[in-house]
């Protein structure tokens, strides 16, 4: 394959130096930010078992407890959980270089040397300090990163697990000092106390001495931490979240236009909660989502081959920038052997995408018996299908599909990011398909005699992808198989050569396992793949797939890291919409005028991770 960088000759892509290859592979975590990020992560630890433990200050350890940052004064305790909290905060953003957490650090370490200073007298605690404080000086370059996009759950997040940590914190504090309470206060007494005490109320728990002003203080800090990051969260100055604009759109159509038949994803690039970067020569672009600091990318970039590198230099020059780990879900062989070699990043198999032919489909044989008996009992059922453009249907029949599709849909919320559009009959989406199953009788449902629905966009000009399968619960099983049957017959008259459908998960090691002479390794791993799915309907998946006896294309995920596979592995499912931070269906809006057309629909019945 001859590809180059935008400006070259046309050529193979001369080897790039490592120096080239280190810069290219984006928000690694560097030394100094991780051993500073580390050493804010000790302290903190130690700051809160000086204040939540009175026989930690008074252990061996208490020498090193009394003079970490903010342990001063009458409130030790108080302001050392407080420091403590606050640099556990603080360490994860220093662990991903963002700008705004080095500058909050720079802030807090100083005016911890200067209380110590001030208070205590204590050069060892000033030292302490400063020997963080220094290397953030001197370092501040590494901590460059941009802000997140801000997220308008973040706020609510932070006040739910800072409350949850803030109450369990708060009973261990009330309760490590049981020798001096008076009575046996309750477990319900006990947690009273803590929530009184979180609002700087004084609760049903007493203690002798000094005792009682100890621990409201540490209540109070814990509780004004809570409010504090939780207001700074709700009200910090807007990132707002990268969305694929009008502008945007068209110039990935246009290289749909002329390069779309090379992926049979290029069109869920039309995603419009996706954002884009484009390659210097405009001839390449590579589209994203940034979910849990993962920037998320799907299938191949868009566009002319010899123009990827461009289009993924850019890829990873943005996520370095704002300090993302970088991935790439469901790319083909193709595109993941360019990704590896732009960029070094590494490749995993994810599964298979079931492609069929329509000039070798057939009803006919022996291995397609199950699917034509299915095929036949319905259509004797009294069930007949019709499968149209979408820009052949009258926005009567279409606002009837748009919200079948939303009410037949089996979760809250959309599912769907790498394989879906998320949306159904936009007037620029003319040329996808829609294959429809109707049966007259004498009840019809709320949808006239609508029983069930698929909807394909177009792989170029030859080909269509599955996008979402939905039916009626109450219509008879087989609803799926029956339209794809009826769009892959009515595929040639369409101009349509090839049909993508669902995607496998491991299907390899599905199909491998259940043969004889499989492995106790390969055995156990399909027997995992099989437990997995009674939730993401991995096995099922892959015989709806090989019903239709298709052929196989692997499809990969491009990662930096083996230890980021567990953070990519979340932000996907949250993508894909396994995971799920929205408010719950009954409680949410529905947008009435959103961008041309958007009351679509995202997800397809059974595609997965992302045809899931």
């Not at 109450?167 to 490590?176: N, T």
């Not at 409201?216 to 694929?244: C, K, M, N, V």
């Not at 919200?403 to 936009?426: I, P, Q």
């Not at 991995?538 to 567990?566: C, G, H």
């Amino acid at each position: 394959m001859s590809v180059r960088i935008d400006g070259e000759k046309s050529g193979e892509v001369p080897e790039r130096s490592p120096v080239v290859r280190r810069i290219l592979r984006g928000p690694r975590p560097e030394a100094v930010p991780t051993l500073i990020a580390r050493a804010c992560t000790l302290v903190g630890v130690l700051d809160i078992a000086g204040g939540v433990f009175p026989r930690f200050r008074h252990s061996r350890m208490h020498r090193m407890a009394e003079v970490l940052p903010g342990s001063f004064g009458p409130f030790a305790a108080a302001l050392s959980l407080s420091a403590g909290v606050l640099l556990l905060l603080l360490a994860h953003g220093l662990r991903r270089r963002k700008r705004r957490a080095w500058r909050a650090a720079v802030l807090l370490l100083p005016a911890g040397a200067v209380s110590e200073y001030v208070y205590r007298h204590s050069l060892v605690g000033v030292l302490i300090a400063v020997a963080l404080l220094v290397p953030l000086l001197r370092h501040r370059g590494e901590f460059a990163a941009l802000p997140d996009p801000r997220s308008r759950w973040r706020a609510l997040a932070n006040f739910i697990l800072m409350g949850a940590g803030s109450v369990g914190l708060g009973l261990v504090i009330v309760s490590v000092h049981s020798h001096r309470m008076v009575g046996d206060p309750s477990l319900s007494d006990r947690l009273e106390h803590v929530l009184y005490g979180l609002f700087g109320f004084e609760g049903p728990v007493d203690y002798t001495g000094n005792t009682s002003w100890t621990v409201g203080f540490s209540l109070g800090a814990l509780g004004l931490i809570t409010a504090i990051t939780t207001i700074y969260l709700a009200f910090r100055p807007e990132h707002p979240a990268a969305q694929l604009t009008e502008e945007d759109e068209a110039r990935l159509r246009a290289l749909l236009d002329k390069h779309g038949s090379r992926d049979s994803l290029g069109h869920f690039a039309l995603r419009r909660d996706k954002a884009v970067v484009f390659s210097p020569s405009g001839k390449a672009a590579v589209t994203y989502r940034v979910v849990s600091g993962v920037m998320l990318a799907s299938g191949d970039p868009i566009g002319d081959v010899e123009a990827w590198p461009g289009a993924i230099e850019r890829f990873m020059d943005e996520a370095k920038a704002h300090s993302w780990t970088p991935a790439v879900v469901g790319c083909s062989e193709t595109g993941g052997e360019v990704w590896t070699r732009e960029t070094g990043l590494d490749a995993l198999e994810l599964g298979d995408e079931a492609v069929v032919d329509v000039k070798d489909f057939s009803l006919s044989g022996r291995a397609m018996r199950n699917v034509r008996q299915m095929v036949k009992r319905i259509e004797r059922a009294g069930y007949e299908t019709r499968v149209r453009r979408i820009r052949d249907l009258g926005e009567g029949e279409l606002e009837r599909i748009r919200r079948a599709a939303e009410d037949w849909r089996g979760t809250d919320t959309e599912r769907g990011f790498s394989m879906a559009l998320g949306r159904v009959g936009d007037p620029a989406d003319g040329d996808c398909l829609i294959a429809t199953a109707h049966k007259a009788d004498a009840e019809a449902g709320a949808y006239g005699d609508l029983k069930a629905v698929l909807h394909f966009v177009p792989w170029g000009t030859d080909g269509a992808s599955l996008d979402l399968m939905r039916r009626d619960r109450s219509a008879d099983p087989g609803m799926n198989e029956l339209l794809i049957v009826a769009a892959l017959q009515a595929a040639p008259k369409f101009g349509i050569e090839r049909v993508s459908l669902n995607f496998a998960m491991f299907r390899s090691a599905l199909a491998r396992g259940e043969k004889i002479g499989a492995g106790p390794v390969l055995r156990a791993w399909r027997g995992l793949l099989v437990f997995l799915s009674r939730w993401f309907q991995i096995e099922s998946l892959y015989k709806f797939n090989a019903k239709f006896q298709p052929r196989w294309e692997p499809r990969f995920m491009v990662y930096a890291s083996t230890r980021d596979l567990p953070r990519i592995g979340f932000a996907v499912m949250q993508a894909e919409g396994f995971v799920n931070l929205a408010l719950p269906r009954v409680l949410r809006r529905r947008s009435r005028a959103p961008r041309p057309c958007a009351h679509g629909v995202a997800e397809r019945g059974v595609r997965t991770p992302s045809r899931a």
